[in-house]
Nanobody, 116 residues
């Protein structure tokens, strides 16, 4: 069974930075995309950033210019570098793996709270 595990959340300062990591227990050969999503209290889950196996990247408008998604295939890991953080970035951040032949696999999420 594929496992997706996020880490790196926590309390951040407005204007500061955080880096989230996501490790997938699956060969990168079967993964065609990885994505970061977030869900704030009372809101729907939304895309933050997504990267495909051929490095096509999509960012939500909310994170453009502030967030960077990247991956390390050797480590089966995807990162989300977040900068210029705002209180409205507060949410549970989820990583998901899009794998050939199966439904998307979600992690348990990591809480990010931006507050002074």
């Amino acid at each position: 069974q594929v496992q997706v595990v996020e880490s790196g959340g926590g309390l951040g300062q407005p204007g500061g930075s955080l880096r989230l990591s996501c490790v997938v227990s699956e060969s990168v050969v079967r993964i065609y995309a990885m994505g970061w999503y977030r869900q704030a209290p009372g809101k729907q889950r939304e895309l933050v950033a997504r990267i495909t196996r051929d490095d096509r990247i999509t960012y939500a408008d909310s994170g453009k210019g502030r967030f960077t998604i990247s991956r390390d295939n050797a480590k089966n890991t995807v990162y989300l570098q977040m900068g210029s953080l705002k209180p409205e970035d507060t949410a549970v951040y989820y990583c998901t793996a899009f794998i050939f032949g199966t439904s998307p696999t979600w992690g348990q999420g990591t809480q990010v709270t931006i507050s002074s």
